[in-house]
């Protein structure tokens, strides 16, 4: 039984590690939509730091995506950027793509 017990224990700290890491990336890309989404609404370099985290905040309000697109789209709106929904998306997923490179290229 030992055997099953180590096997077990090993699956629940990989699955944990991986949990971790995708957090870690979520964040990452979260905090480069905030600066994409800062630099279009022409905020200064102090501004910019404090909306990224504003906008990595805002992704613990629910699962899932909804919660920072609507964030973005509502901002960009509101500082006359005119978006659609699918744009952020699109940056959101290229964002995704950037974060995961980022944090690959930071472990190697």
Same mark, same amino acid.
């Given at each position: 039984?030992?055997?099953?017990? *180590?096997?077990?224990?090993?699956? %629940?700290?990989?699955?944990?590690?991986?949990?971790?890491?995708?957090? #870690?990336?979520? /964040?990452?890309?979260?905090?480069?939509?905030?600066?994409?989404?800062?630099?279009?609404?022409?905020?200064?370099?102090?501004?910019?730091?404090?909306? /990224? &985290?504003?906008?990595?905040?805002? *992704?613990?309000?629910?699962?899932?995506?909804?919660?920072?697109?609507?964030?973005?789209?509502?901002?960009?709106?509101?500082? &006359?950027?005119? +978006?659609?929904?699918? %744009?952020?998306?699109?940056?959101?997923?290229?964002?995704?793509?950037?974060? #995961?490179?980022?944090? +690959?290229?930071?472990?190697?």
């Amino acid at each position: 039984m030992s055997g099953f017990d *180590d096997r077990e224990r090993a699956f %629940e700290a990989q699955f944990a590690r991986d949990q971790e890491l995708q957090f #870690r990336i979520t /964040a990452r890309r979260n905090r480069l939509l905030g600066e994409w989404a800062a630099e279009r609404m022409g905020l200064t370099p102090e501004e910019t730091d404090a909306y /990224a &985290k504003a906008v990595v905040q805002a *992704d613990f309000e629910e699962a899932g995506d909804e919660d920072v697109i609507r964030k973005l789209a509502g901002d960009l709106t509101a500082a &006359k950027v005119e +978006i659609s929904d699918a %744009e952020i998306r699109a940056v959101l997923n290229e964002k995704t793509v950037e974060a #995961r490179r980022q944090f +690959i290229d930071a472990q190697g």
